[in-house]
């Protein structure tokens, strides 16, 4: 069986893409939210790493979306998923998620970024003024809104595939769960990334604040997929090829215990209680942390989307 | 400050169990099938009659216009088994199950994949159709495609749009040489496919999963037993 190409396969690299940048969008304004709240207040827009967070996310769920959009077969049509709705599609209600999430998304960033704005117009639109104060009153409630959607896109991605119950291997009520947290792991990674590219301090206090919980992120991710392989291993049968096929030997095993677990879990991992231990954080440090964990997720939605495409029921 | 996140707490709370009640209300209220169809169309495929001659597939693909590689219907072979002289295949058929809960129709965003609520016939309104491609993962069966011409997603229709329509049986049906096919309405005592099953016994694909396939099997004698 060649590993991108055989007979059960459906679902190609696009929606693994698709499923990452959805993640990543969650999982970076979930960090910018906890950095305001926890950590810089109402200066959180001078932190590039907030930045970072703030630029990532709407352009991940765009460059998410056009994929998605491109990947059909009819993507002139697209606009028939907004329209026409099934509540018993994983996808519709996704779908809505993501429209939802989008418009919290805009008026947590003008929360955030008002004052800049402001005085960038400076008073020059009064209208613009006065809607960005309108938005900002809500501040609380907007947050609110926006972490839960944010949560509620990261593990979607996971309910998409959960939903089939043609792939054993897929249809696993832990996916949903490990593609929230593997989410929220890459998001803080492309926060620090863009963060510091971004000239934040790579020993500021926002790195200190996110690798503190990065670890037990990671020690979740972990626990996580080991319950999601020893739960099919466990349940025989189909599910059991399906867990064997996939960590077993051949490209896909080698993509999961070199990539994901080596490079995308054991290394940051490593590289984040070096960093405990030794004070003072560099750039180099930081940004090779961050492109382990981001290259380890990409990897994961790949592994699961393909190898779980693999074994039929 | 605090005040107004009780607030919003209490109004998330209000918000997600309305959401999560309602698609749930809504889940069971399409899959429990409260409308009593008028009819439920089943197949009978006897595997001990069929001899693999692919004259039904031949007939579906030209009453049904299906393009050049993809087909709605295959028979798959497997053998042979025993010794020459003696040798035998089995030959089992590959289409739509026509499930009585529907794996394909649920996941549809666009509503595209439907069961006719009147005869049971799943079917695909290809200009609903996007082409996501997510019910062609859902079905585990695997028989559904994409339509190279319409880029829709396409499947067996129980002829529904070609011969049923003319009032006839559907193509594959009537092009088999040793009527191997049954068709009828399984609520219907009187129908011939009622008839076959009561007399015969049959078995049906993947059963645990579920989807309550309607199309029924009649195992072949020859073959492999295996575990
Ligand atoms: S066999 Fe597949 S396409 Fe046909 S009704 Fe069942 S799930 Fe749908
Ligand atoms: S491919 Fe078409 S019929 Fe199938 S789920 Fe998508 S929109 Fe529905
Ligand atoms: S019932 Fe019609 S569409 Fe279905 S396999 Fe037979 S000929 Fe083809």
């Known amino acids: 069986m060649s590993p991108f190409h055989f007979d059960s396969l459906i679902w190609h690299w696009p929606i693994a893409i698709y499923l990452f940048l959805a993640g990543v969008s969650a999982g970076a304004i979930c960090f910018a939210v906890l950095l305001k709240h926890f950590k810089l207040g109402r200066d959180a827009y001078k932190s590039g790493f907030v930045q970072a967070a703030c630029l990532i996310a709407p352009l991940a769920v765009f460059a998410g979306l056009g994929i998605l959009v491109i990947d059909l077969t009819k993507p002139f049509d697209f606009w028939k998923i907004l329209l026409f709705y099934n509540p018993t599609s994983v996808m519709s209600v996704g779908v809505a998620v993501l429209m939802v999430y989008q418009v919290a998304l805009f008026a947590w960033l003008a929360c955030v970024f008002k004052e800049p704005a402001l005085s960038w117009c400076s008073g020059r639109w009064p209208v613009v003024e006065k809607l960005f104060n309108a938005i900002a009153k809500h501040e609380a409630t907007i947050t609110g809104f926006l972490v839960m959607l944010a949560l509620s896109l990261g593990a979607y991605t996971g309910f998409l595939l959960s939903a089939l119950t043609t792939y054993p291997m897929l249809n696993n009520p832990v996916l949903p769960l490990l593609f929230l947290v593997s989410g929220l792991s890459s998001g803080a990674a492309g926060t620090l990334l863009g963060g510091v590219l971004l000239k934040g301090n790579p020993d500021g206090k926002e790195v200190h604040f996110i690798h503190n919980i990065e670890i037990p992120m990671i020690l979740v991710e972990i626990v996580l997929i080991f319950t999601f392989f020893a739960g099919l291993i466990l349940t025989g049968g189909q599910s059991q090829v399906a867990a064997f096929t996939a960590i077993g030997e051949g490209f896909w095993g080698w993509i999961f215990w070199a990539g994901i677990v080596v490079v995308g879990l054991s290394m940051p991992l490593a590289f984040n209680l070096f960093m405990k231990a030794s004070s003072k954080r560099k750039f180099s440090y930081v940004a090779i942390t961050a492109s382990c964990s981001l290259i380890g997720v990409l990897l994961l939605r790949n592994f699961i989307l393909y190898t779980g495409q693999m074994t039929v029921a | ?227």
């Open chain 2, 1 to 227: 400050m605090s005040n107004s996140r009780r607030l919003f707490l209490k109004g998330a709370c209000a918000a997600a169990v309305g959401a999560s009640g309602f698609t749930i209300a809504m889940a069971r209220s399409t899959t429990s099938g409260d409308v009593e169809p008028a009819c439920n169309y089943a197949l009978v495929h006897d595997e001990t009659k069929c001899i693999g001659c692919d004259a039904c597939s031949i007939a579906c693909r030209e009453v049904n216009q299906v393009p050049e590689g993809v087909s709605r219907l295959e028979i798959e072979r497997e053998g042979p088994f025993g010794e020459y002289p003696n040798q035998h295949f089995r030959f089992t058929r590959k289409s739509c199950q026509h499930c009585d809960d529907t794996p394909c129709v649920k996941v549809c965003p666009t509503g595209a994949a439907y069961k006719d609520p009147k005869t049971g016939i799943v079917s695909v309104d290809e200009w609903k159709c996007v082409g996501c491609q997510y019910c062609i993962a859902a079905c585990p069966y695997q028989i559904r495609f994409i339509n190279p011409v319409t880029k829709a997603a396409d499947k067996c229709d129980f002829c529904k749009e070609t011969r049923l329509k003319e009032g006839q049986l559907p193509a594959c049906v009537t092009a088999c040489p040793t009527k191997a096919l049954t068709f009828g309405d399984i609520t219907d005592p009187q129908s011939q496919v009622v008839q076959v099953l009561k007399s015969t016994p049959s078995y049906r694909s993947k059963t645990d999963l579920g989807t309550r396939p309607k199309v029924f099997r009649i195992a072949s004698q020859s073959g492999e037993i295996k575990l």
